[in-house]
């Protein structure tokens, strides 16, 4: 650096210089006064300096916390100044360091300058800088901008001139600090303004997505994509700082929830700290490689992006990512505006997870309300219930209801235990009656692979679990999209289930709901049970009482005719028959007679006669022979080696039992119906009990009769004795007993044979017709 060499003028025409000094700088500093226009006031520089440069320009620190990137805001070349905004290197220039406390630094030759360095003079001279002049606008010992001249060759200025030179510039600096003053000053307030804006706008945002709205419309309408992420949370509630979710990406054009998984290198803990902003203004930066959100960034195509790293117990819970494709820069204003919405965010989305929290845990306590509610009515009302069809449909609307889902349908095992037959649903559609195999279902077979377990099938369209061709008849034809079957048990056998469809795709099951319906099936297969027990017990109760009746009113005749018709009569009230076949042994002829039948309410007696019948190789030759009662449920699985004989041919469940008198068999009665499955195990006894009280009332029918006809022959020899008393010949007193036995037997014609001692003349006479 050197200072300018003095010019010898003589007194007039020095006066003359000053005095064109004096005049140029003051119309230099009106034009700066004057001015808000950047290029205004360099142009009055460069006018004031005159063409002695070439080039010039004007730049301004305006990022305090940015000291080294200079703003050039006006440019001369080919002499014209223009407006201009494009962003250097302070470091760029010599002495950088030095220029808030200097005047100027005036090089006049580059070349040969002491105060340049070897690789100063090198780049300037590469840049074809012979000369330059370098004058720092300085207010309050603080740098705030410079202002340059450049030449490619020597230039030298007086030192009035260039001590008027310094004076402009520190008029320009103080210019431009007030400019910078009034910017701060509006900045300041549109930024409180803004905050406000945001602050308010935050505090009404329902959601996370609102939130995102928020930040662009109000904090940065130039991003390109905001990214939300979140961090995945362990059992126990932990954040896991590597396992995190892309929940929303936001564009000008659409907002998309996506929750896509995010695995990133871990943020480091700061319990210190609740939010911070990273600011990445460049992808090719060697600090930003390192940034955890590098290589998402990266392959997303931006160039810069400022990351929102909002803190929750020391570890990043959320991140919102606000995403440029272009390079930006990030000025100081927009960094603190950035940094405090951050905390704003912050606490809008803790309340929003924690107002979410509660009311998924209002809603959770709500339906476990409900469910105890349900489970508990459930629990009561069954108890209340002996109609087996009543239980079952209140037991399928309550679990239907508890599981909110399309329909619900219960079906039990028929008493082949082949078929499953619906008898309950909610609500009503039209498939009670309907009738499927269950040992050949593909449904019932993956039951039993685990039959105390509830089998939820979410998505049937997807689940291999069932075949293809099922399927595509279930959400097809059927339009059943997920279901769940409960197991139903009774006496812990598995005697149906309890299925539930959902008709729309997605539904998910709740687990604990599932097991809490499994709880309701398991209490209503208890209750099914008692039902069935009840009923059973009652059945039992008024056969029993129908016997004691039957029992009293055959005491009351011992006519054998009316006494069948009372046993046809009983048994057809207390059994679920259409028929009964009365078989009687003849024991004189050592055959099986067909006495008496009862067919659909008509009752035919044919005692003392009847069909005779051949029983071998018949059920009631089976019964006859073995003494044992025979009960078959169903025709189809009896003994092949048996068939019905004279039973009729549309028979399809029979209870036949041998009737004893006196511990000897007299006789089988066999009930038929044309419906399988009828006549219960429990039927046999109360069966047995009715038919010992039609043996002792036939008993008792059979003795009456023989008595009575003793009674009745004991009469005749009295009166038959008394009537021959009445006579002294004997002719007279055969006549006698001849009519009175014939009229006594039915017979038309009598006689008597007398025989006489062999040695008398005739053998025999006959002495009376």
């Not at 003359?16 to 004057?34: H, R, V």
């Not at 001590?163 to 210019?175: G, S, T």
């Not at 209750?527 to 029993?544: D, G, K, M, P, Y």
């Not at 007696?605 to 051949?614: A, C, D, F, M, S």
Request: aromatic letters at 6%.
């Amino acid at each position: 650096m050197s200072d300018t060499n003095p010019i010898t003028t003589s007194p007039s025409g020095e006066s003359a210089e000053i005095l064109n000094l004096a005049q140029a700088q003051y119309d230099a500093a009106g034009t700066i006064y004057g001015s808000t226009n950047p290029a205004e006031i360099l142009d009055a520089l460069v006018s004031f300096i005159g063409a002695s440069y070439r080039s010039a320009l004007l730049g301004l620190i305006e990022d305090a916390d940015a000291p080294l990137r200079l703003t050039v805001l006006a440019e001369y070349h080919d002499n014209r100044v223009t407006n201009t905004r494009h962003v250097i290197r302070l470091d760029d220039y010599p002495a950088y360091e030095t220029f808030s406390a200097i005047e100027e630094l005036n090089f006049q030759d580059v070349a040969t300058d002491p105060f340049l360095n070897d690789a100063e003079r090198e780049r300037l001279t590469s840049q074809g800088i012979v000369s330059m002049l370098i004058i720092p606008m300085v207010v309050t010992q603080r740098l705030i901008g410079i202002i340059v001249f450049s030449h490619s060759e020597v230039v030298t200025i007086s030192p009035a001139r260039s001590r008027a030179l310094r004076r402009l510039a520190d008029q320009a600096a103080v210019v431009f600090e007030n400019q910078s003053l009034l910017r701060n000053t509006a900045a300041s307030l549109e930024e409180v303004r803004s905050l406000y804006d945001i602050n308010r706008a935050m505090l009404s945002a329902l959601d996370t997505l609102d939130v995102l709205r928020v930040l662009r419309n109000l904090l940065a309408p130039d991003v390109d994509t905001i990214l939300h992420i979140t961090a995945r949370r362990s059992d126990d509630g932990a954040v896991d700082s590597s396992n995190y979710l892309l929940m929303h990406v936001t564009t000008p054009e659409s907002e998309r929830l996506v929750e896509t998984p995010l695995t990133l290198p871990p943020f480091p803990s700061n319990s210190n700290e609740t939010t911070r902003v990273d600011f990445v203004e460049s992808l090719t930066d060697a600090q930003s490689v390192n940034h955890p959100l590098y290589k998402e960034m990266d392959s997303r195509g931006v160039k810069s992006y400022a990351a929102l790293l909002l803190r929750e117990q020391g570890d990043v819970n959320d991140i919102i990512v606000l995403a440029f494709k272009t390079p930006t820069v990030f000025d100081t204003r927009t960094r603190r505006l950035y940094t405090a919405v951050a905390d704003q965010t912050a606490i809008v989305l803790q309340n929003q997870r924690l107002l979410l929290e509660a009311q998924t845990n209002a809603i959770q306590l709500s339906q476990q309300l409900r469910t105890l509610r349900l489970l508990n009515e459930l629990s009561v009302n069954i108890a209340t219930f002996d109609n087996e069809d009543e239980l079952l449909n209140y037991g399928v609307r309550t679990i239907t209801t508890l599981l909110g889902v399309d329909h619900g349908g219960l079906m039990l095992r028929d008493q082949s235990r082949r078929f499953g037959v619906t008898v309950a649903e909610y609500p009503q559609t039209g498939t009670i009656g309907t009738t499927i195999g269950w040992n050949d279902n593909p449904l019932a077979i993956e039951m039993q692979k685990n039959p105390r377990s509830p089998m939820v099938i979410e998505d049937i369209a997807t689940d291999e679990r069932i075949p293809l061709e099922l399927r595509m008849f279930l959400t097809q034809q059927v339009g059943i999209q997920g279901m769940a079957i409960l197991p139903l048990f009774v006496k812990g056998d598995m005697v149906g289930s309890v299925g539930l469809d959902v008709y729309e795709r997605g539904y998910k099951f709740a687990p604990d709901l599932v097991q809490t319906a499994q709880t309701m099936a398991v209490q209503l297969g208890i209750a099914l049970e008692n039902v069935r027990l009840l009923n059973e017990t009652r059945r039992s109760a008024a056969q029993i009482q129908r016997i004691a009746s039957f029992g009293q009113s055959v005491q009351a005749t011992l006519q054998a005719d009316t006494i069948f018709k009372l046993m046809f009569t009983e048994c057809s009230q207390m059994f679920p028959l259409n028929g009964i076949t009365l078989t009687l042994w003849d024991t004189s002829h050592r055959q099986m007679r067909e006495v008496g039948t009862y067919m659909d309410g008509t009752i035919n007696v044919k005692y003392p006669g009847g069909e005779v019948l051949q029983i071998n190789g018949t059920f009631i030759g089976a019964v006859w022979e073995s003494e044992n009662p025979l009960l078959i449920p169903d025709i189809e699985n009896a003994p092949k080696s048996l068939s019905l004989g004279s039973l009729p041919t549309e028979t399809r469940a029979l209870l036949s039992a041998p009737v004893f008198i006196r511990r000897e068999p007299i006789g089988v009665v066999t009930a038929t119906a044309r419906t399988s499955y009828v006549f219960q195990q429990g039927d046999v006894a109360i069966f047995e009990q009715l038919l010992n009280q039609f043996a002792v009332a036939l008993e008792n029918s059979r003795n009456y009769a023989q008595t009575q006809k003793l009674a009745e022959n004991e009469a005749l020899i009295n009166e038959i004795g008394a009537q021959i008393q009445q006579f002294n010949t004997i002719e007279d007193m055969l006549q006698v007993t001849l009519r009175e036995l014939g009229k006594a037997i039915g017979a038309r014609r009598a006689r008597v044979r007398l025989a006489t001692q062999p040695d008398e003349a005739a053998a025999s006479e006959d002495v009376a017709r």
